[in-house]
């Protein structure tokens, strides 16, 4: 047996072609056997871990130094990189560096402000530079991140590129880190004016959910991932959506903190519904080779008026003007109705979220849908309502269309609606 015959018979899925036969000077003919292409197949077997920890930061609890100790050498001293956001570090900062002082880790932490307006190329640069100035053993070292969706983004892109990769732990203290940005795959920064542009799928090896640092948030940031919340019930659960209907303004108030029993109740039934329908989701299209994608839903319009409209505002706030337009549009079809249209407006307002902006024009609506049939592989694949906990997919919306959608979402602004 040659040895191009032994590529072509190789059982682990390596093919090969050879050239034909070829005269040597002599005058006799031989087979050159030169090999002119392959076709490689492998897989990669992916599995990461969401876990709800309670006050992580709590000294006696490991969750933190878990990932990536199975590799450091007995006797010797543990080591972590922890990027934090800057807002973060003035309200726990002290915490941080007194826990891994208590557990005896020697570690450097890379406080950046972290917002959308900075995510970008040159936040990522910094946060390399200072993890090159550290220096880890990028398997049994792995990097730390404490705070947002925004700052997750960027250490989970910075991740993926050093050293080709290097595994990353995730603290989300938002409520949209917590059931969005902290469970996915996907890192990200923005590039050239547009949300996003640049990004890789890389998930987290460990994702610690503590809800205990929405305690310190303000009340818009939570009104900001209730947003995220609201796109998983109006798409898949209704019952997530009737919580929210009953139980938004408590939630609001009480920061999912469970400051009675029944925010308690109701706070830790949002969260978990929400956090399992997303990984619903994304498990079985990790990679997003599936193009329609219901968690899609809120993010056609969105990242193009959310851009325009910085600093004014947030990511949740974004979505849910997007999924309010996308509501009438879907009642306009006959696929909503007017009273489930009624709710959806009257439960977003309740939860502090808007449901206009003046971006709302056929001008950006053109672009963003434009751009989003771009990304979407030559057609919209727009999720749409189909009453309440329901989705379904079009192809076929139109500027007119969008144009009625707008003036009939302008027309519900200000006067009450219900039930």
């Known amino acids: ?5 032994v590529l072509r018979s190789n059982a682990n899925g390596l093919h090969s072609a ?16 030169q090999v002119d292409s392959w076709v490689v197949r492998t897989a990669k077997p992916v599995s990461y871990e969401i876990r709800v920890t309670d006050d992580v930061l709590d000294p006696s609890r490991t969750d933190l130094l878990e990932a990536g100790s199975s590799g450091e050498r007995p006797g010797t001293r543990a080591r972590r990189f922890v990027v934090v956001d800057a807002n973060v570090d003035l309200l726990h ?29 040159e936040t990522a640069a910094r946060i390399v530079q200072e993890i090159d100035a550290f220096g880890i053993a990028r398997r049994q070292e792995p990097v730390v991140v404490i705070g947002g969706g925004v700052l997750m983004d960027i250490v989970g892109l910075v991740s993926s590129l050093y050293r080709r990769g290097t595994p990353f732990v995730r603290v989300p203290t938002t409520l949209i880190g917590l059931v969005d940005a902290g469970v996915g795959a996907k ?27 929405l305690n310190t948030l ?4 939570i009104s900001n991932g209730l947003a995220e919340i609201l796109k998983i019930a109006l798409i898949k659960d209704e019952g997530l959506f009737r919580l929210l209907e009953r139980h938004g303004g408590l939630l609001l108030e009480e920061k999912f903190q469970g400051l009675s029993s029944t925010g308690e109740l ?5 969260l978990r519904r929400a956090i399992h329908g997303m990984l619903e989701e994304l498990q079985p299209n990790l990679w997003e080779a599936q193009l329609e994608r219901v968690v899609d839903y809120g993010h056609t319009f969105s990242p193009t008026v959310e851009m325009r409209a910085l600093p004014e505002l947030l990511h949740g706030e974004a979505v849910c003007v997007d999924m309010a337009l996308t509501t009438v549009l879907a009642q306009r079809r006959g696929m909503v109705s007017e009273a489930d249209r009624d709710r959806v407006l009257t439960t977003m307002r309740a939860l502090e979220l808007p449901t206009w902006n003046d971006l709302l024009t056929g001008e950006i609506l053109a672009t963003a849908l434009q751009d989003t049939v771009r990304h979407r592989d030559g057609q919209q694949r727009l999720p749409l309502p189909v009453g309440i906990g329901g989705a379904a997919f079009v192809n076929d919306v139109t ?11 302008r027309s519900l602004q200000g006067r009450e609606v219900g039930r």
Not at 93 to 121: M, N, Q, T, W
Not at 266 to 270: K, Q, R, Y
């Open 399 to 409: 500027a007119r269309e969008l144009a009625d959608a707008v003036a009939g979402l």
């Open 218 to 221: 303000d009340r818009r940031h």
């Open 93 to 121: 900062g002290d915490r941080i560096r007194a826990y891994f002082d208590h557990r005896g880790v020697d570690h450097r932490l890379c406080v950046v402000p972290a917002e959308e307006s900075v995510k970008s190329f």
């Open 187 to 213: 890192t990200g920064i923005n590039f050239n004016g547009h949300k996003n542009r640049l990004g890789t799928y890389f998930p987290a090896d460990l994702t610690l959910l503590d809800r205990c640092f």
């Open 1 to 5: 047996m040659t040895p191009s015959d």
């Open 266 to 270: 109701a706070g830790s039934e949002t």
């Open 18 to 33: 050879s050239a034909s036969a070829a005269q040597e000077p002599s005058g006799l003919f031989t087979f050159s056997q």
